[in-house]
């Protein structure tokens, strides 16, 4: 069955410190993997896109990880600003099927003064 | 670019009545999408358009209709409201070509 699940559920965080969300799937067979940003009210917005071949990707502040092996991407936020609030949605693709598109329930993340 | 945009985004609806959520798109894309989201869960599919002329059922078909007019617009149909049904709806569009999915921003659906 694919499948994607991220952790924690939810996060609050100083202002300033850093974090990492956690993203595993049993999608196959893969293709890439996104990480977007749902801001309260908005619909998602792509922040990055990991394929098969890459381990490391930064957009920013952003970070995000892909080990194709174990089937584990994170997304790491360095210096943490209030701005950063929101969800992050974890979205494999698979290769195959008009239907290919599989969303994780996302993480909550506050940034707190 | 307008990308991807969602009428109403706001709708409150008494049980068993009717109406349909609009969708259209700008970016020339294959495909369609119809979401909703519920707290606690994450985006569930309701229907899909593969191509201008074709759609196909989601994992949470019932309750709904879809009509791909044609490539820009794909239209989302609540035939007789339920309380169930209250929710946000997302719209998205991508294509084959480069499959990141573009997002309309919601419509707020309630219910009562």
């Known amino acids: 069955k694919n499948q994607v699940e991220q952790s924690p559920q939810s996060l609050i965080i100083l202002e300033g410190k850093n974090c990492t969300l956690q993203?595993?799937?049993?999608?196959?067979?893969?293709?890439?993997l996104r990480w977007y940003k749902q801001d309260t009210g908005r619909g998602p917005v792509s922040l990055t896109i990991?394929?098969?071949?890459?381990n490391t990707k930064s957009n920013g502040r952003y970070t995000a990880t892909l080990d194709a092996d174990t089937k584990q991407s994170s997304l790491h936020i360095t210096a943490s600003q209030l701005s950063d609030s929101a969800s992050y949605i974890c979205?494999?693709?698979?290769?195959?099927?008009?239907?290919?598109?599989?969303f994780g329930t996302g993480t909550r993340l506050t940034v707190i003064p | 670019n307008a990308g991807v945009t969602q009428t109403p985004k706001f709708q409150v609806l008494k049980t068993g009545q009717s109406m349909t959520l609009q969708c259209a798109q700008d970016?020339?894309?294959?495909?369609m999408y119809w979401y909703r989201q519920d707290p606690g869960m994450g985006l569930r599919l309701i229907y899909y358009s593969a191509s201008e002329g074709t759609t196909d059922k989601g994992e949470v078909p019932n309750g709904y209709n879809v009509s791909r007019l044609n490539k820009r617009e794909f239209s989302l149909r609540l035939e007789s409201a339920a309380p169930s049904q209250t929710s946000v709806y997302f719209c998205a569009s991508s294509d084959a070509a480069n499959p990141e999915a573009f997002f309309g921003q919601g419509t707020r659906l309630t219910v009562v």
């Open positions: 970016m020339n894309h294959n495909s």
């Open positions: 979205v494999v693709i698979r290769q195959t099927g008009a239907n290919n598109l599989f």
């Open positions: 993203c595993n799937y049993t999608v196959s067979p893969f293709s890439n």
């Open positions: 990991m394929t098969f071949s890459e």
